[in-house]
């Protein structure tokens, strides 16, 4: 087993050795193969995640690295779909993209998303408005915002509060058209 990454302390949480190492000879192959005959895509990086145990690879020197294989992928999936369909195509749909973001993102503060029961727990609403409010800014006015503050976005829990895996899709597809105009 390599030491690609630091190590936690012994007693302390990282990510599987094993798990990490396997899917980096995996995406290794993917991405030396050149074409699209692999499920390995930017989106399915972003969703990768790792048995924990003891003494694992350090989660954040992972996740840095999946980050970084996230962009590579992503753009390498830019300059193909340009190469077949051109630039204008591609910004027409990232354009599009946008706009259905801004769309949902623009809707009244506390009704952005379908919010869970008052006996269920679910994100902060008031913490996703104005995180939402901060995104239409960045896709619609321009404003600097980066692809890893929506990565490493971060919402307190509230009974009633928005449903978590609906914002996360839409955070998901907010990456997307960010990585699409890089």
């Known amino acids: ?22 899917f980096l000879a995996s995406a290794r192959q993917a991405y030396d193969a050149n074409d699209d005959s ?27 690295a999946l980050e ?25 749909e990232a354009r599009t993209s946008s706009e259905v973001l801004v769309a949902r993102l623009s809707r009244a503060a506390g009704h952005r998303f379908t919010r869970t029961s008052f006996l269920s727990v679910g994100y902060k609403r008031s913490d996703v408005d104005r995180f939402s409010n901060r995104i239409v800014k960045c896709l619609r006015d321009g404003r600097s915002m980066s692809v890893d503050e929506v990565r490493t976005a971060v919402f307190r829990a509230e009974r009633g509060g928005y ?11 907010v990456i997307d058209v960010m990585l699409a105009v890089r």
């Open 68 to 92: 970084r294989l996230e962009d590579a992928f992503a753009a390498r999936e830019r300059e193909r779909v340009l190469s077949v369909s051109g630039e204008e195509e591609w910004l027409r």
């Open 1 to 22: 087993m390599s030491t690609t990454f630091p190590r936690s302390a012994k007693k302390t949480l990282g990510y599987s050795l094993e798990q990490v190492e396997d």
């Open 38 to 64: 692999g499920p390995l895509t930017a989106v399915s990086i972003r969703h990768t995640a790792f048995s924990m145990q003891k003494g694992g690879y350090s989660p954040q020197h992972v996740d840095a």
């Open 163 to 173: 449903r978590e895996a609906q914002v996360d899709v839409v955070l998901d597809s």
